[in-house]
């Protein structure tokens, strides 16, 4: 199953990098007033990808963080000592 799933990727990563080469091309791009920026189209895609991906990253992070944090404080760190049971012995002399 590991060879599938290693496989199933190296295939999406060639055709990534087939389709990016194909469209290796100059792309202009307005930043402010009158100054342009030459940049490929794959470079800006991943760009734009990385840019979208980063914000919902960030917030699962901090939600597991907080998680952890909440767990971390309502687990004791020291377990507590068994209860003691009266034995055969203590209720006989008692």
Do not use: H, Y
């Not at 990534?16 to 100054?35: F, K």
């Not at 901090?62 to 760190?77: M, N, Q, Y």
Request: charged letters at 15%; hydrophobic letters at 60%; zero cysteines.
């Amino acid at each position: 199953m590991q060879f599938l799933k290693t496989l199933l990727w190296v295939l999406i990563a060639v055709l990534v990098a087939i389709i990016a080469s194909n469209n290796w091309r100059d792309v202009t791009i307005d930043l402010w007033s009158n100054l342009q920026a030459d940049i490929k189209i794959p470079v800006l895609l991943a760009a734009a990808f990385i840019a979208g991906l980063l914000p919902t990253w960030l917030v699962m992070r901090g939600k597991l963080w907080r998680l952890k944090r909440r767990i971390a404080l309502d687990v004791p760190s020291v377990p507590a000592p068994p209860a003691s049971t009266p034995t055969a012995l203590q209720e006989i002399d008692a």
